[in-house]
């Protein structure tokens, strides 16, 4: 089953943090899965169950909580903080009952890890900086509901299907989990057209960790000698979109799959039209939306 969702825009401060109202937004925009309220915090835990709750009353699935702060930033004291909060947020993730919490494996520089590269993301160090993140905060929390997942990233060493098979397989902790976005696996015009077959890669390697997703396209951008490319809404680019819609969604597991990055409420809108006329022209069932 494929749940799929996206953004909400409430209108205040105040709708903001009512998770009641938030699902109802949610309702209206036509998901059947939502982000984690940003106001949540591990030290209010009656704002937690209340959250709950009410995405739980309208049958709405959380697919994740996120966080994307640098772990490995080059300075000692933002990199310890930032895998403090890294803690909390898993900690928030498995109270609420969210599918993951989500961050990038980082990037060795000092500030937020996708605004400065270093060719030492591609390192072994790097990936087993990765490994190493991962068991702790699993073993830390001992989940049982939320899953700790990197999501797929190109300016570092989870950057393709075989690279977070090898990381699925090195962690080794039940409790660890994949974030697919196909949109970041791209990285060339051959893989923008055969998107598919990364997709049905994915799907080969490591089908039972699959636990959430992030669905945009991309496009080329013209005139351009070198590759360039650039996200956009769901059936706005140039990437056939329906085999990654088909092949999550025939996992026997609930997988969640996530519109982000869209500009407003209408962007939003289009996307998850999008998504639902791809569903019904492909006859592509165990898709919720």
């Given at each position: 089953?494929?749940?799929?969702?996206?953004?909400?825009?409430?209108?205040?401060?105040?709708?903001?943090?009512?998770?009641?109202?938030?699902?109802?937004?949610?309702?209206?925009?036509?998901?059947?899965?939502?982000?984690?309220?940003?106001?949540?915090?591990?030290?209010?835990?009656?704002?937690?169950?209340?959250?709950?709750?009410?995405?739980?009353?309208?049958?709405?699935?959380?697919?994740?909580?996120?966080?994307?702060?640098?772990?490995?930033?080059?300075?000692?004291?933002?990199?310890?903080?930032?895998?403090?909060?890294?803690?909390?947020?898993?900690?928030?993730a498995e109270e609420l009952g969210a599918g993951c919490v989500v961050n990038t494996a980082g990037s060795y520089c000092e500030g937020e890890?996708?605004?400065?590269?270093?060719?030492?993301?591609?390192?072994?160090?790097?990936f087993q900086d990765a490994v190493d993140m991962a068991r702790y905060?699993?073993?830390?929390?001992?989940?049982?509901?939320?899953?700790?997942?990197?999501?797929?990233?190109?300016?570092?060493?989870?950057?393709?299907?075989?690279?977070?098979?090898?990381?699925?397989?090195?962690?080794?902790?039940?409790?660890?989990?994949?974030?697919?976005?196909?949109?970041?696996?791209?990285?060339?015009?051959?893989?923008?057209?055969?998107?598919?077959?990364?997709?049905?890669?994915?799907?080969?390697?490591?089908?039972?960790?699959?636990?959430?997703?992030?669905?945009?396209?991309?496009?080329?951008?013209?005139?351009?000698?070198?590759?360039?490319?650039?996200?956009?809404?769901?059936?706005?680019?140039?990437?056939?979109?329906?085999?990654?819609?088909?092949?999550?969604?025939?996992?026997?597991?609930?997988?969640?799959?996530?519109?982000?990055?869209?500009?407003?409420?209408?962007?939003?809108?289009?996307?998850?039209?999008?998504?639902?006329?791809?569903?019904?022209?492909?006859?592509?069932?165990?898709?919720?939306?």
């Amino acid at each position: 089953m494929l749940k799929v969702g996206g953004h909400v825009f409430p209108k205040n401060e105040k709708d903001a943090r009512d998770p009641e109202k938030l699902a109802r937004l949610a309702g209206e925009m036509g998901y059947s899965a939502v982000y984690a309220p940003e106001y949540l915090t591990i030290d209010k835990p009656e704002e937690i169950r209340e959250a709950e709750r009410a995405f739980k009353k309208e049958n709405l699935v959380i697919a994740e909580v996120g966080y994307w702060e640098n772990m490995l930033d080059t300075r000692p004291e933002y990199r310890r903080k930032n895998r403090e909060e890294m803690l909390k947020r898993f900690q928030l993730a498995e109270e609420l009952g969210a599918g993951c919490v989500v961050n990038t494996a980082g990037s060795y520089c000092e500030g937020e890890g996708y605004k400065d590269h270093n060719p030492k993301n591609f390192s072994e160090e790097h990936f087993q900086d990765a490994v190493d993140m991962a068991r702790y905060f699993i073993d830390e929390v001992k989940p049982k509901r939320a899953y700790f997942t990197y999501e797929v990233f190109m300016y570092n060493s989870v950057d393709s299907p075989k690279q977070y098979e090898r990381l699925v397989r090195a962690v080794d902790r039940k409790m660890f989990g994949v974030h697919l976005d196909l949109t970041n696996m791209l990285r060339q015009p051959r893989e923008i057209y055969q998107a598919g077959k990364i997709v049905e890669e994915c799907v080969r390697l490591f089908p039972d960790k699959i636990i959430s997703s992030h669905i945009k396209d991309a496009r080329l951008v013209r005139p351009a000698i070198t590759t360039l490319i650039e996200e956009a809404v769901p059936g706005q680019g140039e990437v056939d979109l329906a085999p990654y819609i088909r092949e999550l969604a025939a996992l026997p597991r609930t997988i969640t799959m996530m519109m982000e990055h869209l500009k407003d409420e209408e962007e939003y809108l289009t996307g998850i039209r999008f998504i639902r006329d791809t569903v019904r022209e492909g006859d592509i069932a165990g898709v919720e939306i």
